[in-house]
């Protein structure tokens, strides 16, 4: 197991630390809003290190969707980077961890789908999406094995 590196985010790493240092049974929503996060555990594409990232609770069937949002910001969040460069995670989904594979959604039609699916889980993707000239990425989570 190589190193973990928490978020250089305070609130990030300490939504992690209680998230997973329960079992997945406290902090498992966003803030104020009550809606729920997943806890994505990856590789650091350049230092090999663990890498933790929560994101939105966003599923299609047993699949996960990973929405690249980060509030809208003009660039892509380094997570996106990282699973680009490796693309197995583990997804831990309140007490449920699984082992899966990510990859990018290039199809324009299943873009849509999971889009409207995305903003219907957590509205405001559609805000940031609004806000910022790229086209926030959207990864499909599938179980591997
Ligand atoms: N972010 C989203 O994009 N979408 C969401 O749905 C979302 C929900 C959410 C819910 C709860 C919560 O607590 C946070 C949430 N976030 C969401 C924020 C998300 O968890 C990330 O904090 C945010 O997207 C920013 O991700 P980031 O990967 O850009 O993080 C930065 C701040 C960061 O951690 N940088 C590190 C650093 O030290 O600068 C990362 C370094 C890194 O990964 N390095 C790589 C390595 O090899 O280790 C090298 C990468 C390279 O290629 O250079």
Do not use: C
């Not at 590196?5 to 406290?26: H, M, N, R």
């Not at 806890?39 to 699949?63: C, E, H, Q, S, Y």
């Not at 996106?80 to 699984?98: C, G, M, Q, S, T």
């Amino acid at each position: 197991m190589s190193e973990y590196i928490p978020s250089p985010t305070d609130w990030v790493a300490e939504q992690v630390a209680l998230y997973e240092g329960s079992g997945g049974t406290k902090g498992l929503t966003l803030k104020d809003t009550g809606l729920p996060v997943i806890i994505v555990t990856n590789r650091g594409g350049k230092t090999g290190a663990t890498r933790k990232t929560p994101l939105m609770r966003v599923v299609d069937g047993d699949n996960y969707i990973l929405v690249a949002s980060q509030g809208g910001a003009p660039k892509h969040p380094v997570w996106y980077h990282n699973l680009k460069a490796d693309p197995n995670v583990e997804i831990r989904d309140a007490e449920n961890v699984f082992s899966m594979q990510v990859r990018e959604v290039a199809d324009a039609a299943e873009k849509q789908r999971l889009w409207k699916i995305a903003v219907a889980a957590y509205p405001p993707y559609q805000d940031y999406q609004e806000k910022t000239d790229r086209v926030i990425p959207i990864f499909v989570a599938e179980a591997t094995g």
